[in-house]
C-alpha cells in the first residue's frame, strides 16, 4: 500500500465573515482553530495598499501571534491588467504591485486577481504579459470567476497566457466550475478542467448560499484530492458568501465544509485502497 496522504488543511477566505478588523479577524481565526486566513485586500475589503508601514507591520504582528495570511486577493481585473488602454494597464499595475507588496509584508504567498471577463485568443495571443515584464513581491493567482472560462475559445486563450507566463496560478472556484460542469450544453468542460489542472495552487470551497451538495462541486473537489495524492501543492479553503455572514454563520458554514473536504479525501483514499 503507498503513502497515506493526509488530507490538506482547510482555511478561510475573510469575505466569509463581516465585521471584524484584521487583528480581530486573525484571533478569532486562532480561537477557533482555523489554521489560516486568505485575506480579501482591494478595496471592497482591508484595503491593503492604502494601509501605512506601521498598520501592517502591526498585522504582521498580530498574524505572528495567531493564524497565518496565506493569500491575499485583490479587486483589480485580469482583463485591466490586459487591456489595449495603456492608461488602463497602468493604472491596474500600479494596484496590482502595491497590494502585491502589502501581501509581502504579512507574510502571503500570493496574489489574487479576478477574472471576470473571459479572454479571447486574439487578446491573450497580442499581450506581452498582465505586468509587462515587472516582477512582483509575490506571485499572480487568477481567479477564474465567470463559469465562461470552461467554454472554448476562453479556455484557448488562457491555456496560451499561462504557456507564455510562467510565473502565474490559478485559483480555482468550485462555484464557477460547478456552474460551468454542470451546462447540459458543453461536455467537454470536465476535460478542460482537467487541461487547468497543473496551474491549480489554491481552491476556495466557494458556497454562495446553496452549500456544497451539487454533483460538480464534488467533481472539482475530487480533481483537487486527485492532484494533491499525486504530490501537487493545491492549499484549500473556504469561501463563504451568503447572505448571514455573521461569526456565527461563518464558523458553521467552515465546519460543514470542511467536514466535507474530509469525507471527499477519505472516499478517495477508500476507491484508491
Do not use: K
Amino acid at each position: 500500500m503507498g503513502r497515506v496522504i493526509a488530507p490538506a488543511p482547510v482555511g478561510l477566505y475573510s469575505i466569509s465573515v463581516r465585521g471584524l478588523e484584521v487583528p480581530a479577524l486573525l484571533s478569532w481565526a486562532a480561537r477557533h482553530r482555523i489554521p489560516f486566513i486568505h485575506l480579501r485586500g482591494g478595496r471592497r475589503g482591508c484595503d491593503l495598499a492604502a494601509q501605512d508601514a506601521t498598520t501592517l507591520a502591526r498585522w504582521r504582528e498580530a498574524s505572528a501571534c495567531t493564524v497565518p495570511v496565506t493569500g491575499v486577493t485583490a479587486d483589480t481585473d485580469l482583463a485591466d491588467l490586459l487591456s489595449a488602454d495603456p492608461a488602463v494597464r497602468r493604472q491596474a499595475r500600479e494596484e496590482v504591485c502595491r497590494l502585491a507588496d502589502a501581501a509581502r509584508v504579512l507574510g502571503a504567498a500570493w496574489l489574487r486577481l479576478l477574472a471576470r471577463r473571459p479572454l479571447h485568443t486574439t487578446l491573450a495571443g497580442d499581450c506581452s504579459g498582465p505586468l509587462d515584464g515587472h516582477v512582483l513581491a509575490v506571485p499572480l493567482l487568477i481567479e477564474l470567476h465567470a463559469p465562461q472560462w470552461l467554454t472554448s475559445r476562453p479556455h484557448a486563450a488562457l491555456v496560451r497566457l499561462l504557456q507564455q507566463q510562467p510565473r502565474l496560478r490559478l485559483l480555482a472556484d468550485s462555484a464557477q466550475f460547478a456552474q460551468a460542469l454542470a451546462d447540459p450544453g458543453d461536455d467537454r468542460a470536465a476535460e478542460r478542467l482537467e487541461q487547468l489542472g497543473p496551474w491549480i495552487e489554491v481552491l476556495h470551497l466557494s458556497d454562495p448560499g446553496p452549500g456544497l451538495s451539487d454533483p460538480s462541486h464534488a467533481v472539482v473537489a475530487d480533481h483537487a484530492i486527485r492532484r494533491i495524492a499525486a504530490g501537487q501543492r493545491i492549499e484549500v479553503a473556504v469561501e463563504w458568501t451568503g447572505v448571514d455572514r455573521t461569526r456565527a454563520a461563518a464558523l458553521a458554514r467552515y465546519h460543514e465544509h470542511a467536514a466535507w473536504w474530509r469525507w471527499r479525501n477519505a472516499a478517495h483514499l477508500e476507491a484508491s485502497s
